[in-house]
Antibody, heavy 116, light 106 residues
Framework: EVQLVESGGGLVQPGRSMKLSCAAS????????MAWVCQAPKKGLEWVAT????????YYRDSVKGRFTISRDNIKSTLYLQMDSLRSEDTATYYC?????????WGQGTLVTVSS | VQMTQSPSYLSASPGESVSISCKAS??????LAWYQEKPGKANKLLIH???TLQSGTPSRFSGSGSGTDFTLTIRSLESEDFAVYYC?????????FGSGTKLEIK
């Protein structure tokens, strides 16, 4: 059974950093591109970033370029999102997802609240 | 690519059929997915490639379209279908979602 379990969310002050993790199991992690998708409170889904199966390519939405870094550890089957210079508008639930012709599997999400 | 999804809200009764539209601002071939969002559950991929049912998706769901215009149709609504639905294009980066359609019980 495919499982994606996010962790690392919480309350953080504007301008500070936070690192999210996503532990994957139930599939061959290094065969798949992986992504982070977020959802602000009472809003729709927004793609954040994607990393290729081998980590050689990364893609970001414009609003997080230069502030967020997606990475992965294929030995540990874990996806990461390093979030720096956080802003109030980054407040959202962050989901990790397995990407292939859409997002076939999603985690339950971890809430990041950016507030002073 | 901007994805324009309509309607934002839809009210229907069990047994009825409904359709949700998703329009892309430029051609995305058939690189479109549909998702179902329900409280407390992981988001579910229903359809990919515009019309291909993901494994486990009930046959009352169908997708159609290519290029810029796409439709999700749900026939014979069941109680478990009342949820929020999103379309998403994966033809090019940045990947983009529609704004969502909330399907409510009438």
């Amino acid at each position: 059974e495919v499982q994606l379990v996010e962790s690392g969310g919480g309350l953080v002050q504007p301008g500070r950093s936070m690192k999210l993790s996503c532990a994957a199991s139930g599939f061959t992690f290094n065969n798949y591109d992986m992504a982070w998708v977020c959802q602000a409170p009472k809003k729709g889904l927004e793609w954040v970033a994607t990393i290729s199966y081998d980590g050689s390519s990364t893609y970001y939405r414009d609003s997080v370029k230069g502030r967020f870094t997606i990475s992965r550890d294929n030995i540990k089957s874990t996806l990461y999102l390093q979030m720096d210079s956080l802003r109030s508008e980054d407040t959202a639930t962050y989901y990790c997802a397995r990407q292939a012709r859409g997002f076939a599997y999603w985690g339950q999400g971890t809430l990041v609240t950016v507030s002073s | 690519v901007q994805m324009t999804q309509s309607p934002s809200y839809l009210s229907a009764s069990p047994g009825e059929s409904v359709s949700i539209s998703c329009k892309a601002s430029k051609s995305i071939s058939n690189n479109l997915a549909w998702y179902q969002e329900k409280p407390g559950k992981a988001n579910k991929l229903l359809i990919h490639s515009g019309s291909t049912l993901q494994s486990g998706t009930p046959s009352r769901f169908s997708g159609s379209g290519s290029g810029t215009d796409f439709t999700l149709t749900i026939r014979s609504l069941e109680s478990e279908d009342f949820a929020v639905y999103y379309c998403q294009q994966y033809n090019e980066y940045p990947l983009t979602f529609g704004s969502g359609t909330k399907l409510e019980i009438k």
